[in-house]
């Protein structure tokens, strides 16, 4: 039988860890502001004084998913895949956020040149809203274009 010294560690010892514990699980949730599923609403392409909305487009949506550290996306028409304006378009890597300071490594993508490529954006996040701004730039397919990209939460 355990005195009542040994008792009192042990408690003490068990409140100590769950403390632990619990500062784990805040701080976690608080580095966590991405993660979940968010509907693209708006966005745009500036090409050196060109500027071209290229999101919403009737009959599509857009998705991008955020966990800890990864993120995919995913764009189809909502035709099932029929007719002329079929569209499907998909993507996804890590990505790391500091502070606004987002960069992606896209690893995954339909557009398979674009594929195993960093990219340097700026998130501002404001309630349910995600805002998306930096430039996309492949020397090698005569890429150098901004973007503004405009999301909700979905709920």
Same mark, same amino acid.
């Not at 860890?17 to 500062?23: D, E, K, Y």
């Not at 509907?39 to 290229?54: G, M, R």
């Not at 993508?109 to 674009?114: A, E, I, K, S, T």
């Given at each position: =039988?355990?005195?009542?010294n040994? &008792? ?5 010892? /068990? ?12 701080? *976690?949730n608080?580095? /966590?502001? /991405?993660?979940?599923t968010w509907? &693209? ?14 999101f ?6 857009m998705i991008? =998913? ?9 764009k ?5 895949g029929k ?11 890590t990505?790391?956020?500091e502070?606004?300071n987002?960069s992606?490594?896209l690893?995954y ?6 594929e ?6 700026? /998130?501002?996040? *404001? ?23 405009i999301?909700?939460?979905k709920?």
């Open positions: =039988m355990p005195s009542k040994q &008792l009192f560690v042990f408690s003490i010892l /068990l409140s100590l860890v769950s403390c632990n514990i619990t500062s784990e699980v805040t701080e *976690k608080r580095t /966590l502001p /991405l993660a979940g509907n &693209l609403v708006s966005s745009k392409v500036i090409t050196k004084t060109d500027t071209v909305n290229t919403p487009v009737k009959g599509q949506e991008k =998913m955020f966990t800890d550290n990864e993120f995919s996306f995913f189809h028409d909502l035709n099932y007719g002329e304006s079929a569209v499907f378009d998909a993507g996804s890597g990505y790391k956020l502070g606004e987002y992606e490594h690893a993508c339909n557009y398979r040149d674009w195993n490529r960093d990219f340097n954006f700026k /998130l501002i996040l *404001k309630n349910d809203t995600l805002i998306q701004t930096g430039i996309e730039k492949i020397d090698s397919l005569n890429i150098n274009q901004e973007i503004v990209e999301y909700v939460k709920k």
